[in-house]
């Protein structure tokens, strides 16, 4: 009889802890406490570029390039109240298709605050520096590793004409 008293107040803990208080839901929770939270250092990032003027009727399409980062030393902290902090230096090496440099820009700072959030299959939003959401899709993710990749497609109106950028990009970081 004490063997079974024992197991159900096991039983009955062991739903407790895992139980959802108020309008919480399973999902809630695990987004609480998801790998994600925490600070991560940025350990590479490619990234494929192409970039077109738009004046009028006409159309010029510039070669592909390739951007990279070089002698990283940036930190991403996701926070709980939904943004993710970014700090640190990086080289940018812009490469033709061939893979020639094109430019190379030494220790450029990166800084800045961004909001963040979950969309429904567990990748991340972030807003971008134009304010629009850009999706980074999860590939991986350990409690050490992740490796995330975006495509996003800008344009940008001077008033004489538009610049629209194609970039597809790749970022891994590790704790």
Known sequence: MLKKATTAVLIAITLGLFSCSGNETVSDLLRENHLIYGTWNLKAVESTQKISFIEGDE??????????????????EFKTDKTVETKGTTDIKTLDEDGSTIITLLNQAVLGT?????????????????????????????ETELEVTSNKVQEVDNGFYTQKVEANAYMKLER
Request: charge should be negative.
């Open 59 to 76: 159309v010029i399409e510039f070669p592909d390039q390739i951007v990279v980062y070089e002698n990283i030393n940036i930190t991403m």
């Open 114 to 142: 961004q909001n963040w959030d979950f969309d429904d299959e567990e990748n991340i939003i972030i807003q971008g520096a134009d304010g629009l959401p850009e999706l980074m899709i999860i590939e991986k993710l350990t």
